[in-house]
């Protein structure tokens, strides 16, 4: 039986493989995308997120546009300078035809929870945790209907991505991340530590190349345009695969290693606004509250990958 999933993105090239890769697996039962503002602002996010969707012929999913900025006004950053301006360059595709379904993300993801049995539904956030914890806000009985947040974000050995001790999804909008952290609800965390070793190599790309497809063909352009900024960055062949590390462990778990850990996230201080204070090593005494993946078998990812856009 398939497994139902709530997709909440901001995309972003990774953002949208990631969404390619749900797509073409049977295992998961893609109920809708919900947009938020992030790698570039909301208006983009959305229509990015829909022409996803018609390039993977999947235009059954609805499309549902949420917050356009971070918790208690803190002004929206977004990531140009990585995703290029419209947040998908690197490949030219037709503006969607697709319309955006008229639910707010937050009402859609409540409704969805209310609606599915307790339990069944995995919430896959991808960026900015906004509308995640506006739908908690909004409707607190829904935490206990939640199977599982996937998320990615975070780092901790790596240090972080966009300061140095916070990674992007996280610092744009922490009260968010923190509300979701202390929600209770179960959370697996694909921090900057697991998808660092996901590398978009010239020879993985080559073989999503010769897929010879459209989707192939668009997906070698955007991770060769994503690429180019962490390759000059970290001085390495190939660029991290951060989001679609979020779906491959909902596939493939076994491909990823980890450890159940205490997560508290930095919401003030100024040094270290939006960092993810994992305590790997069990300092504190504090209960875990969240299973945090530090390795990935990369080959395996990019194999089971490269196979699943083959098929669209």
Known sequence: ??????????????DAIALLLAAASPELELLGITAVAGNVPLALT???ARLVMELAGRRDVPVCAGADTPLNGVPLVTAEHVHGDNGLNGVELPEPTLPLDPRHAVD?????????????????PLGPLTNIALALRQAPDIAP??????????GFFEGGNITPAAEFNIYVDPQAAHEVFTSGVPITMAPLDVTHEALTTAARIARIRALGSRVGTAVAAWMEFFERYDEEKYGQDGGPLHDPCVIAWLLAPALFTGRDCNVRIETHSELTRGMTVIDWWAVTGLPANAHVLRHVDADGFFALLTERLARL
Do not use: H, Y
């Open 1 to 14: 039986m398939s497994q139902p999933i709530i997709i909440d993105t901001d995309p972003g090239q990774d």
């Open 46 to 48: 959305a229509r990015n």
């Open 108 to 124: 859609f993801i409540v409704q969805t929870l209310r609606e599915r049995e307790a339990g069944t539904v995995t919430l896959c």
């Open 145 to 154: 209907r939640i199977k599982r947040i996937v998320l990615m974000g975070g």
